[in-house]
């Protein structure tokens, strides 16, 4: 004969486990785990902040590097940020629409195009990455300057 479980007015039958405190210690060993927590706090507010640009991360990445490298060929910013050739080449299209970025003939090479802000899109950087700045430091006010250098340099080591 079976017996039945005694089941409680709530429906749970008695000696059903419950969690009453979340056990995230194992999440929080982990080094993925951290970095992926810390970068959604961080993303977040980076969406929220970029949202007046029309700026995704790639695009603030994309702009950022042609900013500080002009005449920097699609080749180059494939590899500095590890992203397909293919991916590269529809976003290249959209800020030339948006009349952020052009391509000119790249001095050494021939066959290569480098990639400039134009005046509107130098003018839209310079605000982008003083909004990045100030967010960076929000993000980080927890942080001693010690602290956010050695984060940065140890994260750094984990992808470079």
Same mark, same amino acid.
């Given at each position: ?10 429906? $749970? ?13 194992? @999440?929080?060993?982990? &080094? /993925?785990?951290? %970095? ?25 990445? $994309? ?13 180059? @910013?494939?590899?500095? &940020? /590890?992203?397909? %050739? ?75």
């Amino acid at each position: 004969m079976n017996a039945r479980p005694t089941i409680h007015p709530a429906g $749970v039958a008695a000696g059903t486990p419950c969690v009453d405190e979340v056990n995230t210690s194992y @999440l929080e060993s982990l &080094l /993925g785990y951290n %970095a992926r927590r810390a970068a959604l706090v961080v993303i977040e507010v980076f969406l929220q902040r970029m949202a007046v640009y029309d700026l995704r991360p790639v695009d603030f990445s $994309v702009l950022s590097l042609v900013t500080h490298n002009p005449g920097i060929t699609s080749r180059q @910013l494939c590899t500095a &940020l /590890g992203i397909l %050739a293919p991916n590269l080449v529809g976003m290249v299209k959209v800020l030339e629409k948006r009349g952020l970025i052009q391509r000119l003939p790249h001095p050494h090479d021939g066959r290569a195009m480098g990639l400039h802000l134009t005046a509107p899109g130098k003018k839209m950087m310079r605000a982008a990455e003083q909004t990045a700045s100030e967010l960076e430091t929000e993000v980080a006010a927890r942080l001693t300057l010690t602290e956010r250098t050695t984060l940065l340099k140890l994260l750094k080591k984990v992808y470079k």
